[in-house]
T-cell receptor, first 115, second 109 residues
Framework: EAQVTQNPRYLITVTGKKLTVTCSQN?????MSWYRQDPGLGLRQIYY???????DKGDVPEGYKVSRKEKRNFPLILESPSPNQTSLYFC??????????????FGPGTRLTVL | DQQVKQNSPSLSVQEGRISILNCDYT??????FLWYKKYPAEGPTFLIS?????DKNEDGRFTVFLNKSAKHLSLHIVPSQPGDSAVYFC????????FGTGTRLKVLA
């Protein structure tokens, strides 16, 4: 089954404790991206990657790191989490040239709480 | 500041009637516009998109209209069904995306 998987699905942590949220896709997509969803703010893009070793900042990259060492994986790293990073996080992937559809496939989400 | 705005946080429509969801944007350079649907506890799913060179795109019950002069797009759902009840996000971009804040649609049986 074609899918984007994220782990963990739920995480409660404390301020300053480094964490990684993993994202993996099995569709051989070149493009991958991370978003956070907050009440009243919709989805905001954190980072995106157009291929292996190619990453770029989205709208809200501060406090996050990413890496793209393999095509299928795009982990999101919070080196020193803070309470304002409490949010619902989504990973997404797509073909690089989807034509008109330009469709991203989203994972199920990771709910992160930073105390 | 590049923005995509959905000014209606919620919308209720009777089953079988038309649902119209609206979205405004500020940057005339945006190439693509997309609509995603999101159910609770799930990731968004792609619904329909439109290129900036078109003014209409249809897919079954869903039609997106783009008015470039007004920097406005709308999603029409006809006929609306209870299963359409979800949060709808409009978005723009090619690789760097800007999403609206979402409109919660409730279709009443």
């Amino acid at each position: 089954e074609a899918q984007v998987t994220q782990n963990p699905r739920y995480l409660i942590t404390v301020t300053g404790k480094k964490l990684t949220v993993t994202c993996s896709q099995n569709m051989n997509h070149e493009y991958m991206s991370w978003y956070r969803q907050d009440p009243g703010l919709g989805l905001r893009q954190i980072y995106y990657s157009m291929n292996v070793e190619v990453t770029d900042k989205g709208d809200v990259p501060e406090g996050y790191k990413v890496s793209r060492k393999e095509k299928r994986n795009f982990p999101l790293i919070l080196e020193s989490p803070s309470p304002n990073q409490t949010s619902l996080y989504f990973c997404a992937s797509s073909l690089l040239t989807s034509g008109d559809r330009n469709e991203q496939f989203f994972g199920p989400g990771t709910r992160l709480t930073v105390l | 500041d590049q923005q995509v705005k959905q000014n209606s946080p919620s919308l209720s429509v009777q089953e079988g009637r038309i649902s119209i969801l609206n979205c405004d944007y500020t940057n005339s350079m945006f190439d693509y516009f997309l609509w995603y649907k999101k159910y609770p506890a799930e990731g968004p799913t792609f619904l329909i998109s439109i290129s900036s060179i078109k003014d209409k795109n249809e897919d079954g019950r869903f039609t997106v209209f783009l008015n470039k002069s007004a920097k406005h797009l709308s999603l029409h759902i006809v006929p609306s069904q209870p299963g359409d009840s979800a949060v709808y996000f409009c978005a723009s971009g090619t690789y760097k995306y800007i999403f609206g804040t979402g409109t919660r649609l409730k279709v009443l049986a």
